[in-house]
C-alpha cells in the first residue's frame, strides 16, 4: 500500500524487491558519463593496449532536427550497442562514437521557416539529441562528439579529400603497424613517387614503357630524365590511378 511519503514508498518497495529504475538507471547513466566507461583508449593513453583487436562500430549519425528522436533511431542504435558490447567484453579495444549530421539544407530550410538563425537552432536541436540518447543509456563515447556543421569537423574532411587526392595506393609497399605487424600495401604521397624517379631509385617498368610508345619511338631506351614534363605526368597518372585513364 502506497503511504503519502515517495521515500518511505521507494525503500518500501526495494525492500520488497521492486526495480526502482528511475533512480537507478540515473545513477549509473550520471557514473558512465563522469567516469567515461566508454572512452576508447589511444595511443599515448594511460592503459592503452596496442597489442588488443581493434573494433569500429559507426552508427549512422542523425539529423538534429528540432522534433528529436523517432523510434527508428534506437532501434538501430540498440542493434550496434550490443554488438559493440559483446566485442568490448571479448577483449577487443572498442571506438563506438555518436555524432550529428547537421551540416545542410535542412538546417537553411527549418531557420528560414522559423526565423532563426541556423547555428543557433542547430545546437539547440544537438542539445536536445544528445540529452535524448544520453538517457538511453547506450554505450557510445561521448569524448569524440562530432558534428558536422562546427569548422573543427569539417576544416578535416576537407584535408581528407586533399591527402586522397594527392596520394596513390602502392601494393608493394610493406610496412608495419603501432603492433608490429607486417602489412602490404599503403597510401603513398604521388611527391613520393616522382621523388623516387628523379633520384633514380625507381626506373621506368615495361608497363610504363608500353604506355609511352604511343607517345615516343624509342620508349624502349628512354628514361625518365628524357621524357617531357606531359609524358612524365602520363606515367605517374599510370601508375598512380589507372582506373581514370580514359
Not at 515517495?6 to 563522469?34: C, M, N, T, V
Not at 535542412?106 to 540529452?131: C, F, G, L, M, W
Not at 617498368?205 to 609511352?212: E, G, K, V
Request: aromatic share 14%; with cysteine.
Amino acid at each position: 500500500m502506497k503511504t503519502q511519503d515517495p521515500a518511505a514508498d521507494a525503500q518500501a518497495d526495494e525492500s520488497a524487491g521492486a526495480y526502482d529504475f528511475r533512480r537507478i538507471e540515473k545513477h549509473w547513466r550520471e557514473y558512465w558519463l563522469a567516469h567515461g566507461t566508454y572512452r576508447t583508449s589511444a595511443p599515448g593513453d594511460v592503459g592503452y593496449d596496442p597489442s588488443k583487436p581493434k573494433c569500429y562500430v559507426l552508427d549512422m549519425f542523425p539529423y538534429p532536427s528540432g522534433d528529436g528522436l523517432h523510434i527508428g533511431h534506437p532501434k538501430g542504435y540498440i542493434a550496434s550497442d550490443i554488438y559493440s558490447r559483446f566485442k568490448r567484453m571479448s577483449g577487443y579495444n572498442v571506438l563506438h562514437p555518436m555524432g550529428f549530421d547537421s551540416f545542410g539544407l535542412p538546417a537553411e530550410q527549418y531557420a528560414v521557416e522559423h526565423n532563426v538563425h541556423p547555428a543557433v537552432a542547430t545546437e539547440k536541436s544537438i542539445d536536445h539529441y544528445r540529452d535524448q540518447l544520453q538517457f538511453l543509456g547506450l554505450g557510445f563515447d561521448w569524448d569524440r562528439e562530432i558534428a558536422t556543421s562546427h569548422e573543427d569537423y569539417y576544416r578535416w574532411t576537407q584535408w581528407v579529400f586533399l591527402q586522397l587526392f594527392e596520394s596513390w595506393y602502392d601494393a608493394d609497399r610493406m610496412w608495419q603497424d603501432e603492433g608490429g605487424r607486417t602489412i602490404r600495401g599503403r597510401a603513398t604521397p604521388v611527391v613520393d613517387l616522382i621523388a623516387s624517379f628523379d633520384s633514380g631509385t625507381r626506373s621506368l617498368s615495361p608497363a610504363d614503357r608500353q604506355m609511352l610508345a604511343s607517345l615516343r619511338s624509342d620508349a624502349e631506351d628512354c628514361t625518365w630524365a628524357a621524357l617531357t614534363e606531359a609524358q612524365r605526368q602520363h606515367v605517374i597518372k599510370t601508375i598512380a590511378w589507372p582506373t581514370r585513364r580514359k
